[in-house]
């Protein structure tokens, strides 16, 4: 690519060492690179650092080593010893830090709040988070969310942009880091990137990477970025372009759709959920869940408004709770077992009466990592969804994974089975 087309390209530096050690999960990386993707910056690493100077300045020292135009951090702007990253940034950027004091009355305005609230002493909270209010030299300081204000530093190499590590602050004072001058003047290049996803449910994924090997003989796919994921037990694929290679993302989408036509779901972006709450306009959805305990309805009520269409559920995971909440009949239990098309399809149907729903999921089976058997291993499910006019699809597949995945995956089928029912469709498993 010529160097007048190169793509803008960031980094991410998420400190703290109760994420680098897996106490709790990094949530603001994935959502940085995702934002940054929508706006065509092209984000080459994102590193976590423990809450260490050396080790942040050595992110940092990477990043620019590599030829970012961009680096965003998250984390490190709180009051205490270990939040260390306006000073290393600021030494990154050669700036001594200076105390910013219309920013210091701003937090001390906002501790205030906390101090009579809590009864805490407000000179010593001023005190405590003085610190916050000391920026590098020519710096642009971002009003807080919470009491951490963010930072924009300027370099002889990247711009940074400093932001707090609490998610909810960082989102609310994304926009305005990026509407600074820096910022903005970081990004100045930016060329659009397109992104087109198709999601496949009921393929492994060695057909998909086959089909695309296959294409590329024909068809030159240099000029798209393609990502592959399974998500859920779907495949979503990623195709991402710059202008001028739409027809030949065009052209890959369509092939894929027409080889894979029955199990493709989704080429509008749209997920199986938001096409469940779609289809479910006007009606009334009861579910009974017994391997799942609760997890479909959970799904199910994932998305604002579904209160609309969500009837209620019943988690009947005990015989005696099959027989006294979904009225499932005791012959059944005995002939064939909890886990069994037959007593799902009475779980499904006793999930009718019970909300006066218009459609009906029963969800049993075994997670694991025991009770499983010859002829009912770990990973067998029977899923059954039926409608009040009688209409039924129902499925008891062996799903493969732990029991996590197998409990999950199971919500996924029955997803695509309800998404089947009601747009009339046949179901390809």
Known sequence: MPVSQRPV???????????LTGRISDRNGPWLAERLGELG????????????????RAALGFLADVGVELIVTSGGLGPTADDLTAEVVGEFAGRELVLDEAMEERIAEILAGFARRFRFDAEALREANRKQALVPEGATAIDPAGTAPGLVVPTDGPTVIVLPGPPRELKAMWPEALATDAARSAMAKVTPIHTDTLRIFG?????????LREIEGDLDLAPLE???????????IDVRYRDGAEGVAKGLLDELADRFERYVFSRDGSTIDQQIASLLADRRIGIAESETAGLLAAR????????????GGVVAYSNEAKRELLDVPEELLERHGAVSPEVAEAMADGALARFHADVGVAITGIAGPGGGTDEKPVGYVCICVKLASGEIVARDPVLPGDRAEIRDRSTTVAMHLVRRLLRGEDFPL
Do not use: N, Q
């Open 9 to 19: 390209r960031a980094g991410i530096v998420v400190t703290g060492t109760e994420v």
């Open 300 to 311: 199910l009520t994932e998305i604002p408004g579904s209160s609309a269409y969500m009837a």
């Open 203 to 211: 393929i492994p994924e060695s057909e998909l990477a086959k089909s």
């Open 41 to 56: 910056v092209e984000v080459s690493h994102i590193v976590c650092v423990g809450d260490r100077a050396p080790d942040l």
């Open 226 to 236: 393609i990502t592959t994921c399974l998500r859920r037990a779907e495949l979503e």
